[in-house]
């Protein structure tokens, strides 16, 4: 039980912080005075903290070392990676097409690391995760 409330945690806050880079990405286009506003820089580091403890609560419950869970390792550096892009999509990139550029990659990776997680693998099957809904 309290198993299922901590991963109900992780995909909401995963949920949140996909539509709020999404948002911030949007702003970054169209107002870019919103993205440095403090409760907006807040509220995202206060989520993907959560995002991450839930994470972690879940390796503990399941006693799993993610560097040995190869679909878990794959989900790890992915978020690195996906850390990166958004760091340079919304605060270090130079112009706004090489931040836009990084921001889509972010998605992406981001979308990736859904799938990974969906379907167990590194190299997930699309058709049978869809075949789950
Ligand atoms: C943006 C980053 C992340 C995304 C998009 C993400 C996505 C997801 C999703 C969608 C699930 C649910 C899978 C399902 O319903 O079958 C999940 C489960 C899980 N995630 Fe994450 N996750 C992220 C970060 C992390 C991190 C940092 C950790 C570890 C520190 C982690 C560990 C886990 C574990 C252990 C599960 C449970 C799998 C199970 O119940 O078998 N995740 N993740």
Known sequence: MLYAWIKLIHV?????????????LFWMITAPG??????????SAYNDTILLLAGIAMLVILRLNPFQVDWLTTKLVALLVYILLGMHALHFGKTKSSRLTSGVL?????GYMVLVALGRSPTPDILMILQRF
Request: no cysteine; net charge positive; charged share 20%.
């Open 12 to 24: 909401s806050t995963v949920v949140f912080t996909i539509s709020f880079f999404s948002l911030r």
């Open 34 to 43: 919103m993205i440095k506003k403090r409760w907006v820089r807040k509220l």
């Open 106 to 110: 972010a998605l992406f990776t981001v």
